[in-house]
């Protein structure tokens, strides 16, 4: 079993939907990043989390550190959000271990 | 423009021909990782420092060295590359240990 599990694994969405992709880990960590992956390959940061809450713009990022948890939303989903989206978790230091991504396709 | 630079970008070679992937970041960043991306295992660390002369192991170092001189500079080197170690290699930095992280464009490496 993976320390870092996301769900769903593939997520198809009608543009203006409300999205959640979840992320579970089974280690402690000291943070927890999501990474939004364009389909062109480049990684860009979105979130960095080491308790409660942030949001910028449409995405709003949650973590419940007791129960090992976080969420990311988009709220008026746009086809422009279509990508990967890959949870990573700070297991110490500069350690991260990856989840394996959500595909996410929004439709016009 | 703060960035993270790496090259090449692609780059096919041969089995047991040594090579070396540079990577540079302009942001005065401490923390600097190597990472692979393969197709159903998503991204894993290969090495990681966390300042100049000081280096550690991620998930998978086996067939990897790094060097860390100088701030800026992160260079990935495979002494002698194998078939396995085809992949898309990310570089990645950050201000803090666990920082945003600011990811390098990519390699992408096909070893024959």
């Known amino acids: 079993k993976n320390e870092v599990e996301q769900s769903p694994q593939n997520l198809t969405a009608q543009e203006g939907e409300f999205i959640t992709i979840n992320c579970s880990y089974s280690?402690?960590?000291?943070?927890l990043h999501w990474l939004q992956q364009h389909p062109g390959g480049g990684i860009v940061s979105l979130f960095m989390?080491?308790?409660g809450k942030k949001k910028h713009g449409r995405l709003i990022a949650t973590i419940n550190i007791q129960e090992k948890h976080s969420s990311l939303h988009i709220t008026a989903s746009h086809p422009r959000d279509s990508a990967v989206y890959i949870c990573a978790v700070v297991v110490s230091g500069s350690r991260l271990t990856f989840g394996e991504g959500t595909q996410l396709t929004v439709n016009p | 423009e703060a960035q993270v630079t790496q090259n090449p970008r692609y780059l096919i070679t041969v089995t047991g021909k040594k090579l070396t992937v540079t990577c540079s970041q302009n942001m005065n960043h401490e923390y600097m990782s190597w990472y692979r991306q393969d197709p159903g295992l998503g991204l894993r660390q290969i090495y990681y420092?966390?300042?100049?002369?000081?280096?550690d192991k991620g998930d998978v170092p086996e067939g990897y060295k790094v060097s860390r001189k100088e701030k800026r500079n992160f260079p990935l080197i495979l002494e002698s590359p194998s078939p396995n170690q085809t992949s898309l290699y990310f570089c990645a930095s950050s201000a803090a240990s666990y920082g945003t992280q600011y990811f390098g464009p990519g390699t992408r490496l096909l070893v024959l």
């Open positions: 280690v402690g960590i000291s943070a």
């Open positions: 420092s966390m300042n100049v002369e000081v280096t």
């Open positions: 989390l080491s308790s």
